[in-house]
């Protein structure tokens, strides 16, 4: 049960690693941000919840990772989408705008930040629920 | 019967969200944006801060229950989720802000209500005694 319970932790901590890569995309500064740098640092971000991930199966007996990844990527792919739906309409009431630091560029569309983002989180999403297919596939055959 | 993936999925994210809502709600308490969202609003801050724990609280349990496929845990979450949907509409004058959380709610309620296989896992249980 306790190695359960630590392996749920450090899940959740890989997946905020995983929504960490996503924002990372999103990000636009006061000059565009080359795409070589964003995908380095967020290749960096990836690779480490994936490690973290990888620690937490170990605590649940790698039986169950497919599974477990699968649905760790979903769960990221939603909140994120939920996060960038939120941040959009923040920017479209004019209330919350005038609140804002104006030199808040996390979000800002940038060239390719929403090209980036989206790409992402819709890919996030698809890898998981091929995992979780490929998982009950697997279950199936036994 | 097993767990549908989708309650899975559901429950972890009410089960991470809350807790990650939190520790955010503490920490930026006194940030200056949400101090300014708190004037805004026409609940004190007292108020407010009470409203999001006992909704924070309300969604831990649903996840939890969700797991354990609790039926009463679907209705709970119905009714806490118009309650402050009612709640926001009084209290607040920022309409747009609402649509992103009005889209989760209904995409949750179809999850939690539609699928044959769903209704099927939480009626189980509720049958079994569990």
């Not at chain 1, 690779?47 to 477990?68: C, E, N, P, V």
């Not at chain 1, 309409?89 to 569309?109: A, E």
């Not at chain 2, 969200?17 to 300014?36: D, F, K, M, R």
């Given at each position: 049960?306790i190695?359960?319970?630590i392996?749920?932790?450090?899940?959740?901590?890989?997946?905020?690693?995983?929504?960490?890569?996503?924002?990372?995309?999103?990000?636009?500064?006061?000059?565009?941000i080359?795409?070589?740098?964003?995908?380095?640092?967020?290749?960096?971000?990836?690779?480490?919840?994936?490690?973290?991930?990888?620690?937490?199966?170990?605590?649940?007996?790698?039986?169950?990772?497919?599974?477990?990844?699968?649905?760790?990527?979903?769960?990221?792919?939603?909140?994120?989408?939920?996060?960038?739906?939120?941040?959009?309409?923040?920017?479209?009431?004019?209330?919350?705008q005038?609140?804002?630091?104006?030199?808040?560029?996390?979000?800002?569309?940038?060239?390719?930040?929403?090209?980036?983002?989206?790409?992402?989180?819709?890919?996030?999403?698809?890898?998981?629920?091929?995992?979780?297919?490929?998982?009950?596939?697997?279950?199936?055959?036994? | 019967?097993?767990?549908?993936?989708?309650?899975?999925?559901?429950?972890?994210?009410?089960?991470?969200?809350?807790?990650?809502?939190?520790a955010?709600?503490?920490?930026?308490?006194?940030?200056?944006i949400?101090?300014?969202?708190?004037?805004?609003?026409?609940?004190?801050?007292?108020?407010?801060?009470?409203?999001?724990?006992?909704?924070?609280?309300?969604?831990?349990?649903?996840?939890?229950?969700f797991?354990?496929?609790?039926?009463?845990?679907?209705?709970?979450?119905?009714?806490?989720?118009?309650?402050?949907?009612?709640?926001?509409?009084?209290?607040s004058?920022?309409?747009?802000?609402?649509?992103p959380?009005?889209?989760?709610?209904?995409?949750?309620?179809?999850?939690?209500?539609?699928?044959?296989?769903?209704?099927?896992?939480?009626?189980?249980i509720?049958q079994?005694?569990?």
């Amino acid at each position: 049960m306790i190695r359960k319970i630590i392996s749920i932790i450090i899940y959740i901590f890989a997946g905020i690693f995983f929504s960490a890569t996503d924002s990372i995309l999103f990000v636009a500064g006061h000059q565009p941000i080359p795409l070589s740098v964003k995908l380095v640092i967020g290749g960096f971000l990836l690779i480490m919840g994936l490690i973290l991930f990888f620690i937490g199966a170990l605590f649940s007996g790698l039986r169950y990772w497919l599974r477990d990844l699968g649905i760790l990527l979903i769960v990221v792919a939603v909140l994120q989408a939920f996060t960038v739906m939120v941040f959009f309409c923040m920017y479209l009431t004019p209330d919350i705008q005038s609140i804002m630091p104006k030199d808040m560029y996390l979000y800002q569309y940038s060239q390719n930040a929403l090209f980036l983002g989206v790409g992402y989180i819709i890919l996030m999403g698809a890898v998981g629920a091929l995992l979780v297919r490929h998982y009950k596939q697997k279950m199936q055959e036994y | 019967m097993k767990r549908p993936l989708s309650i899975t999925i559901i429950a972890w994210i009410f089960i991470v969200t809350s807790v990650i809502g939190a520790a955010e709600i503490a920490l930026t308490a006194h940030s200056h944006i949400t101090q300014e969202l708190i004037k805004k609003s026409l609940f004190s801050p007292m108020v407010l801060y009470l409203i999001s724990f006992i909704t924070l609280s309300i969604n831990f349990i649903c996840g939890i229950a969700f797991l354990k496929g609790k039926n009463w845990s679907r209705y709970l979450y119905v009714i806490t989720g118009l309650i402050a949907f009612g709640l926001n509409i009084i209290g607040s004058e920022m309409r747009m802000m609402m649509i992103p959380g009005a889209i989760f709610f209904i995409i949750i309620i179809m999850f939690l209500f539609i699928p044959k296989n769903t209704n099927v896992f939480f009626k189980q249980i509720k049958q079994d005694g569990m």
